[in-house]
Structure formats: structure tokens, C-alpha cells
């Protein structure tokens, strides 16, 4: 029993030094930290700077880049637009050029000749311009529709007015020249005489 007396004694002493040793190193951890903390709070600080700033170059790299990328394809898309016109009137330079040579024909043809030789040469000439009229509307020139119709601006260039019975006010009742549409556009107004 005297042994276990002693192992009991001495295992108090012990305990004693670990509790003497364990407050020493806390004391000396504890000013260690109290010295490092505003080192810590400084770096963290400044850590936490540098990601708010990285952030922000981020955020503005991915604006520009959204920028760019719409400019990029709004431009696509204007070129597209372009292209597609340029396709769809490419005959627009070419049939302003024919007209006039398709009213000359029209005017040669409206001319009553007697003679067979000529009305020979005017069957010639009424094949060239039923030619001409196909190829012009192969590309999509076709002829205003202006006469006993509705006088509109957007189609028909007034040149006269003239009062007549029976006919409403606003009406077409001669062309003095043909208008053309190329497709959706006027290529030609047709000039036209107004009922008043």
C-alpha cells in the first residue's frame, strides 16, 4: 500500500509540472500572436485588396470582350444585310441603263406602217422587245401598273391634271411614260396624267 501511496504522490507532481510548462509556452504564443496579429491583419488586408482589384480587371476584361464580341456581330450581320442587297438589286445599274432603249422600242412599235417590207422589220423589232421584257423580268423588273388606277406618289410621278366626266378625282387616266418596280424597289416612277 505504501507503494500505492507513492505512484499516487508523485503522479500530482507531475501534473503540476505539465500545468507550470503548458502556461509558460501560452504566454509566450500568446505574445508571438498578439505581435503578429496586426502583421496578419495587414497582409490579409492587402490579400483581400488585390483580389477586389483582380476582380474588377475581370469583370471590366469580360465587359470588353462582350463588346467586342456584339460589335463583331453586328457587323456580321450589317455585311450579311449588304451582301444580300447587292445580290438582290445587282441589276438595278443595268435595267436604269435598258429603259430608255425598251421605250424607244415601245415608241418604234406604236408607229401604224402600211408597207410589208417595214412590217417586216417591225416583227423583228416586236421579237427583240419581247426579248428584252423577259430578260428584264427574269431579273425582276417588272411594270408599274398605273393606268385607271389610284394616283399614288410613292409609284406615280404627276406631270398633268385634267378634269373628265365619269372619272373620281385621284385616278391615273394616262401614262406618258412606264414605271418599273426591281423587285421591291421603284427602279422608275411612272409619269402620269391625273384626273382632277
Do not use: C, W
Amino acid at each position: 500500500m505504501a507503494e500505492e501511496t507513492k505512484q499516487t504522490e508523485v503522479k500530482p507532481e507531475n501534473a503540476n509540472k505539465n500545468k507550470k510548462e503548458e502556461k509558460k509556452p501560452t504566454k509566450e504564443k500568446v505574445s508571438k500572436e498578439e505581435k503578429s496579429k496586426p502583421a496578419k491583419k495587414k497582409k490579409t488586408a492587402e490579400l483581400e485588396a488585390e483580389i477586389q482589384r483582380l476582380q474588377e480587371e475581370v469583370t471590366a476584361g469580360k465587359n470588353a470582350y462582350f463588346k467586342a464580341y456584339a460589335d463583331a456581330e453586328n457587323m456580321k450581320k450589317r455585311l450579311q444585310s449588304e451582301a444580300d442587297n447587292v445580290k438582290k438589286y445587282r441589276a438595278q445599274g443595268f435595267a436604269s441603263e435598258v429603259l430608255p432603249v425598251l421605250d424607244s422600242l415601245e415608241r418604234a412599235l406604236d408607229v401604224k406602217v402600211d408597207d410589208q417590207n417595214i412590217k417586216n422589220y417591225v416583227k423583228g423589232f416586236e421579237m427583240i422587245y419581247t426579248q428584252l421584257k423577259a430578260v428584264l423580268e427574269k431579273e425582276g423588273v417588272v411594270e408599274i401598273q398605273a393606268l385607271n388606277q389610284p394616283f399614288d406618289p410613292n409609284f406615280h410621278n404627276a406631270l398633268m391634271q385634267e378634269a373628265v366626266e365619269g372619272v373620281e378625282s385621284g385616278m391615273v387616266i394616262e401614262v406618258l411614260q412606264k414605271g418599273y418596280m426591281l423587285k421591291d424597289r421603284v427602279l422608275r416612277a411612272s409619269l402620269v396624267k391625273v384626273s382632277e
